[in-house]
Nanobody, 121 residues
Framework: VQLQAFGGGLVQAGGSLRLSCAAS????????VAWYRQAPGKQRELVAA???????NYADSVKGRFTISRDNAKNTVYLEMNSVKSEDTAEYYC????????????????WGRGTLVTVSS
């Protein structure tokens, strides 16, 4: 299984950006999905998470500005980023809990390579 993230780049403060992350390979089902980020000199932090049942969880710093969503048919998770701020500058990583076979009830965590988001003021 591989995860590939797209959509990072340079954006002006107040602007918008949409990140995508697609999973490929042997996939029976995808349970929880999430986006994390890591700014220079800081620890990786959870940005947004979306459970299979639809429950979402957002970092306080992005509530009301970012939206996580998924397209199960495409094995893809998205992060819509609006009203971005300079403090949103970071490497963004997608994470998926994937079951490769039906018998693997717990699934495994997979990570995509980061995609860099730079917000200019």
């Amino acid at each position: 299984v591989q995860l590939q993230a797209f959509g990072g780049g340079l954006v002006q403060a107040g602007g918008s950006l949409r990140l995508s992350c697609a999973a490929s390979g042997r996939i029976f089902s995808i349970d929880a999905v999430a986006w994390y980020r890591q700014a220079p000199g800081k620890q990786r932090e959870l940005v947004a998470a979306l459970a299979l049942g639809g429950r979402t969880n957002y970092a306080d710093s992005v509530k009301g500005r970012f939206t996580i969503s998924r397209d199960n048919a495409k094995n893809t998770v998205y992060l819509e980023m609006n009203s971005v701020k300079s403090e949103d500058t970071a490497e963004y990583y997608c994470n998926m809990r994937i079951r490769e076979i039906p018998q693997n009830y717990a699934g495994m965590d997979y990570w995509g390579r980061g995609t860099l988001v730079t917000v200019s003021s």
